[in-house]
C-alpha cells in the first residue's frame, strides 16, 4: 500500500458557484508545480454549513487544502474559522479582491454567488444575435424573418446591415431584408407581427448622395441606374406601398446616424 506521504497534495477547490474561475486560478499555480504537483477536487454549489464542515473533515484527514471563492460573508467567515481551528490550510481567492475593490470604490460589493455566469451567459447571447444578423443579413434567408426579434426593411443603402449589427450587440436579433421593386417582398414579412418589422425611409436626396458616393468609392461612374433619382423615388414609393401593407412602425433615417437609429430601435425592443 502506497504511503500517504508518496501521493499528492490536495487542493480542494469550494466555492457557492460553479468553482470554475477558482479552479482555474488553482491550477494556475499548480502548473508551477509541474504535472503531478497538485490534485484538484472540485466541490461546487456550496450553500450549508454542513457541507463546509465535511469539506474541512476530509481535508483534515488528508492533510489538503482548500481554496475558495465564498462570497457569501457569513459562509466565508465560517470556513476560514473551523478550518483554522481545524489546522487546515486555507486560501480565499476572491476575498482580497473583493475588500480592495470596496476601498477603490467606495461601494459594497452586492455578494451574489454565480454572477461572472450570469456576465459570460450575456456574451454568448450578444455572440449569438451578431452571428443571427451575419446569417440573414440581406434577405439571404427568409427563415430567419420568423426567428428574428426584430425585421428591418427599406430600400437598398438605408444602412439595415450596420444596424443589424450595433442592435445584436444589444442581444437583439435582426434579419433585414431590401425592398427592390422588381422583387416580390417575401410572403414572410405579411405574417409575422407588424410589431417587430421596422420599415426605413429615407429622402431621395440624401439616398441620391449616398448611393453616388458608393458608386465612386467602387470606382464605378455615378450616372448608373442606381443612383438616378427617378430610380430612386421609385423604388422609395414601392417601399413605402410595402411598409403601409405589412402596417409596421416607419422610422426616417435621412437626418439620422446609425447610433442614433439604432438606440431609438432598442428603446422600443427592450431585452432583460
Known sequence: ??????????????????????????????????????????IPYVEDESTIDEVIDLAKEVKAMIAYTLVIPEKNKYLLEKAKAAGVETVDIIGPMLNKMVSVTGQEPKYEPGLVYRLDEDYFRKVEAIEFAVKYDDGRDTRGIIRADIV?????????????????????????????????PPEELFKISPKKCIGLRISPEKLNDIRTERLRALGLKAEANYAKLDRIKEELEYSEKVMEKIGCTVIDVSSKAVEETANLISNMFQKG
Open 1 to 42: 500500500m502506497a504511503n500517504m506521504n508518496s501521493q499528492r497534495p490536495i487542493v480542494y477547490v469550494v466555492s457557492d458557484s460553479v468553482g470554475e474561475t477558482a479552479e482555474l486560478v488553482v491550477k494556475a499555480a499548480a502548473s508551477q508545480f509541474g504535472e503531478k504537483g497538485m490534485e484538484i477536487r472540485r
Open 152 to 184: 428591418l426593411v427599406g430600400v437598398s443603402r438605408t444602412s439595415k446591415t450596420p444596424l443589424s449589427q450595433y442592435l445584436a450587440h444589444k442581444r437583439l436579433k435582426v434579419a433585414n431584408v431590401p425592398l427592390v421593386p422588381e422583387v416580390e
